[in-house]
């Protein structure tokens, strides 16, 4: 009997010490998934801490959801000027419902058509600057809902400051881009795209056009108006050529009273049909300046890549010459370099 107590207190002592080394195992798995996260959002907030644009920022991004949150469907919406949300990256599956209007002060889950969505507000200071939103499990324990929260919350604190850094960054690269009077890309701009897209022509055995648009008796808007009536003029014609071509074409400004359109795997026929239309969408328009209501015409020179030139001085050159035919027959016209004798 005193040997079968024994070997039943020792039996005791060795479940005890199981269930003790079963726990310290448990704490330790724990505690090593919660270094792992803990290394994961560091890693992801050092990213985005030195990313200086958009375009750097989106793999560190993807990261910090993905392998920090454990999230493969989201989102992320950005407040636009008109303080309305605009998506600027989404990945995985797509997400049927967005986020709604209200403005949220920390992370919450919500529940639509049996999806669960995780909303997490992100603030730059005491300003929403924008927002995550993402798909998360369907059935979470109580203790996986809290932790989920938890982190989104530590998530999006870190991602105001990033946010906010690389859309002034955006913002300052944006308006170097553009010409400020007219709305339109700058003409250094313009030279790149125009290699870059001579180089994708080549590769894939494409074609491309371009217009140069140019006002007619410009001089005499200056000379009679003034220039700040001309640059008003100017503005208002930046303005209807984005307002007329597709967002795969770039307009830019050449210089002065021209412009320059580059339109990617355009059909020739085509172009002289949009060229045409800019034409007479300019002829329609009333130009008000000051207390003065102006009638402006334009001429338009089109050339084609590889037909009138393999390098962008040739095809400008080329434009340019129609351009000329263009205004030599009396302006207010379009002339392709097919036409020229």
């Known amino acids: 009997v005193h040997w079968l107590q024994q070997l039943s207190r020792l039996e005791a002592q060795m479940a005890s010490a199981q269930k003790k080394k079963s726990e310290l195992k448990a704490e330790l798995d724990n505690s090593e998934k919660a270094t792992v996260l803990t290394l994961r959002l560091y890693a992801a907030i050092k990213g985005l801490g030195q990313a200086l644009s958009w375009e750097e920022m989106i793999p560190h991004m ?75 499990k369907a059935s979470l324990s109580l203790t996986d809902r809290q932790k989920l929260l938890t982190d989104a919350q530590n998530l999006t604190a870190e991602l105001g400051m990033g946010l906010q850094k690389a859309r002034l960054f955006t913002a300052l690269e944006k308006l170097s881009k553009i010409d400020g009077l007219t709305g339109v890309y700058r003409r250094a701009v313009f030279n790149d795209q125009i290699k870059e897209e ?21 001089k005499q808007v200056n000379d009679t108006h003034g220039h700040q009536a001309g640059d008003e003029v100017l503005k208002r014609i930046g303005t209807l050529l984005k307002e007329n071509i597709y967002e795969t074409d770039f307009a830019a400004r050449y210089g002065g009273e021209e412009f320059v359109i580059l339109l990617p795997q355009a059909d020739p026929v085509g172009v002289k049909r949009k060229a045409e239309s800019i034409r007479l969408r300019m002829a329609q328009e009333t130009f008000a300046t ?10 338009i020179g089109i050339s084609h890549f590889p037909k009138d030139g393999q390098d962008p001085d040739a095809l400008i050159n080329a434009a340019d010459r129609a351009l000329y035919a263009a205004k030599h027959n009396g302006r207010n016209r379009t002339v392709d370099t097919s036409e020229l004798l």
Do not use: C
């Open 198 to 218: 001579i180089r994708r022509a080549r590769n894939f055995k494409t074609g491309f056009s371009i217009m140069i648009v140019d006002a007619d008796h410009f």
């Open 62 to 136: 993807d990261y910090a959801v993905r392998q920090y949150l454990g999230l493969q469907d989201y989102h992320l919406y950005l407040l636009d000027d008109a303080n309305a949300f605009e998506r600027v990256l989404f990945r995985g599956a797509k997400l049927v419902h967005s986020p709604g209007a209200e403005r949220m002060g920390l992370p919450a889950l919500e529940v639509r058509d049996n999806e669960t969505y995780l909303e997490g507000p992100i603030f730059h200071g005491e300003t929403q600057i924008g927002i995550l939103w993402a798909r998360a």
């Open 290 to 299: 000051g207390w003065n209501k102006l009638k402006i015409t334009i001429s």
